[in-house]
């Protein structure tokens, strides 16, 4: 069964960092470019940060730059996203995302299939 499942969301004081974790199943994520997508009370859905599985070449954001750094371990099939100095603005639900279609950029989510269920993230004082 094909699914995807993140972890390690929780709350945290601005400044402080969260590693999330994207646990894929049903297919390699060697073989599939991985999206990371955050959504706010609110507002639409946003993606954050994005891997190439071929080469690695990671993209991200603007407003994460610096701050977000996506990795993957191939032999646990799972992606990370490390955040450190998270900011309130920062607070949303984070997903990851299997990316099927290349037809927009990496940031429109109608390009990807498989979603997880998502993680929540909290950063406040």
Do not use: H
């Not at 997508?37 to 639409?44: L, N, S």
């Not at 032999?75 to 900011?87: F, S």
């Amino acid at each position: 069964q094909l699914q995807l499942v993140e972890s390690g969301g929780g709350f945290v004081q601005p400044g402080g960092s969260l590693r999330l974790s994207c646990a894929a199943s049903g297919f390699s994520v060697k073989d599939y470019n991985i999206g990371w997508f955050r959504q706010a009370p609110g507002k639409e859905r946003e993606g954050v940060s994005y891997r190439s599985a071929s080469t690695g070449a990671l993209f991200s954001v603007d407003s994460v730059k610096g701050r977000f750094t996506e990795s993957v371990d191939n032999a646990k099939n799972t992606l990370y996203l490390q955040m450190n100095n998270l900011k309130p603005e920062d607070t949303a639900v984070y997903y990851c995302a299997r990316r099927v279609r290349y037809a927009r950029t990496w940031r429109d989510s109608r390009d990807y299939d498989y979603w997880g269920q998502g993680t929540q993230v909290t950063v406040s004082s």
